[in-house]
């Protein structure tokens, strides 16, 4: 699909080109970007393949071609970042870019992740000691630099360490970036001898860290994977939200592990998502040796051979796809579909963006609520009746926009109260995107009669708890929209209804403190505080003067004029409104 230019908007393919077309042109694709795509959209350019595998490669060739605006999966091209081992006589330790042209030496990699490559080579450098300076700079040092000292360094520029005991330095790096992790820990484990030999305890203590770090690797290794490059792919989804997760094992080592979400605006197409992204991912890989030998699958509905068939065009070898059922190798796959759902949880704190986006997709919002208003009101027994609203920005909660308020209002049902404070609330005309009340529709309802009138354009929602459940946890709970009688019911899991649950709950939490403060405060307020004309001065006084209101009482008019300096008036007023005290 292209636009009035020619640039390419959207890359897709279909069996029924009729149907798919049909369905975009129709008004029931609720695809957030299908009416931006569609008001661009000036030509239609379609290309005959032999086969459902060469459709598959050739969309994911010309998605990482183009670029297209409106394909939201794995557009990402750049090249990766790798670690490179030099071949010089003190070989340089360095980062490279994959589509760099390195003829020798040793490069590991691409890592999906520039954190993950980052904290790979801190942790080489710690245990290995390469040298990192370019090489201009190694033949000018004429003493050690902060490397050294920081013992991430062994100073072969000043000639501190021999090219025979380097080349064992760079043996060893080589084989712990490989994967052999044993051989790492026998050398590691000489060197510590070694040390400890030539009386040099501290620095054997530091080998002796580093072997014990090697054990607790090494003791969740598995002989089922011990000689094989192998990815473990992870499936999470929940609601409109689709998570996926690739650990990444080289000899049964975890190199590392990377995890994405996605929204699905089209939940039926689920299967056909998973399936388009795993190929879409490998397809970038820029190496043969980039690929694994083999790939194990979670549970679902995956064309094993399809996949199989692509990889082998793309590398010229054979990857194994399996679904494990049990076994180790089926711990594994839990291990990744346990990093896909922990992708999904901590996508409020990551991504609060597209948490917002997913829940105007779920309750058909007129827009992205980027600020969030919740109200809520507590009373006990009818008494002290107090209302908050809470405000949250971005996904998260914003205390400085919080407001208090004390319901002013004879009438004290539910209904009443969210009116008054709501009123109060917005006399400025300062709405949010979103306006949430902690009830059911008919509080949606009064709610919405004051918004009409303050001019309010915002979205209202209600959330009613689970009927007799008042309590935290996995309850089912009803979202009301206004201008929607019917209730919408999300998952117990769904991050989305988790997150309205945060919300309300942060409200529910200030209302009750906010309550309790006022509650306390009756209590403790001195019965002086109801006599007209005795303010907060002149009751300090008093009770400096006098024991407590029982020695006020029982004093003269003269006494307490002339231990407190008040007149005969106020002394007078005082003494009497004590003694006829209930």
């Not at 991430?152 to 021999?162: D, F, H, I, M, S």
């Not at 988790?498 to 209302?511: G, N, P, T």
Request: glycine share 4%.
């Amino acid at each position: 699909m292209k636009d009035a230019k020619g640039s390419v908007l959207y890359v897709g393919k279909a069996k029924n080109i009729r149907q798919r077309l049909k369905q975009y042109f129709s008004l029931h694709d609720e695809r957030i970007q299908v009416p931006f795509l569609l008001a661009h959209l000036e030509e239609i350019e379609t290309i005959l393949t032999q086969s459902e595998q060469e459709a598959l490669v050739l969309e994911a060739t010309l998605i990482r071609r183009f670029r297209p605006k409106y394909n939201l999966l794995l557009k990402d091209d750049k090249s990766k970042l790798c670690l490179h081992i030099g071949s010089e006589a003190f070989p340089r330790f360095s980062f490279v870019r994959e589509l760099e042209k390195i003829d020798r030496g040793y490069t590991f990699g691409p890592y999906q992740r520039s954190e993950i490559t980052r904290q790979l080579f801190d942790l080489v450098a710690r245990l290995f000691q390469l040298r990192q300076c370019s090489h201009q700079t190694f033949l000018q040092r004429k003493r050690p630099c902060l490397l050294y000292q920081l013992q991430k360094c062994t100073a072969p520029c000043v000639g501190l360490v021999t090219e025979e005991r380097y080349a064992e330095q760079v043996a060893s790096a080589v084989a712990f970036l490989s994967g052999d992790l044993k051989e790492v820990r026998e050398d590691l484990l000489k060197r510590m001898h070694e040390a400890s030999k030539a009386l040099a305890f501290e620095r054997a203590g530091l080998l002796w860290k580093h072997v014990q770090s090697l054990d607790n690797v090494l003791s969740g290794r598995s002989e089922q994977i011990r000689d094989r490059t192998i990815d473990v792919v992870g499936i999470w989804q929940q609601s409109s939200i689709f998570s996926l997760a690739i650990l990444h094992y080289n000899a049964s080592t975890l190199v590392y592990a990377e995890s994405w979400f996605f929204l699905l605006y089209e939940p039926s197409l689920y299967q056909e998502y998973q399936q388009q992204i795993l190929v879409q991912y490998y397809l970038s890989l820029s190496s043969q040796e980039a690929c694994p030998q083999e790939i194990l699958l979670p549970k679902g509905e995956w064309d094993l051979d399809l996949l199989s068939s692509v990889l082998k065009t793309r590398f010229g070898r054979t990857v194994l796809f399996k679904q494990p059922q049990r076994g180790v190798k089926r711990t594994y796959v839990q291990l990744a579909c346990d990093n896909a759902r922990a992708a999904c949880v901590q996508m409020e704190e990551r991504e609060p963006s597209t948490l917002l986006s997913c829940l105007a997709d779920q309750l058909q919002l007129r827009r992205v609520p980027k600020t969030i208003d919740c109200f809520d009101s507590s009373h006990l027994s009818g008494q002290d009746p107090v209302a908050v609203c809470v405000r949250f920005e971005d996904g998260r909660k914003d205390s400085s926009l919080y407001r208090t308020f004390h319901i002013q209002s004879t009438k004290q049902d539910d209904y009443a109260m969210a009116r008054e404070v709501v009123e109060r609330r917005y006399r400025e005309n300062n709405f949010p995107d979103m306006i949430m009340i902690d009830g059911g529709y008919a509080h949606c309802s009064a709610v919405a009669e004051v918004l009409r009138h303050l001019g309010a354009d915002s979205d209202l929602i209600a959330l009613a708890k689970e009927e007799a459940r008042h309590d935290y946890g996995l309850t089912q709970e009803k979202i009301f929209v206004y201008g929607k009688k019917a209730p919408i019911k999300l998952s117990r899991r769904s991050v989305v209804l988790q997150f309205l649950q945060q919300i309300r709950d942060e409200a529910h939490r200030f209302a009750i403190s906010f309550q309790r403060k006022q509650r306390k405060r009756r209590a403790f307020r001195s019965q002086l505080d109801r006599i007209p004309g005795i303010g907060p001065k002149k009751k300090k006084k008093l009770l400096t003067a006098f024991a407590g209101v029982t020695a006020i009482a029982q004093a003269s008019v003269s006494e307490v004029c002339e231990r407190t300096g008040l007149s005969r008036v106020d002394a007078e007023r005082v003494i009497e409104a004590l003694q006829n005290r209930d």
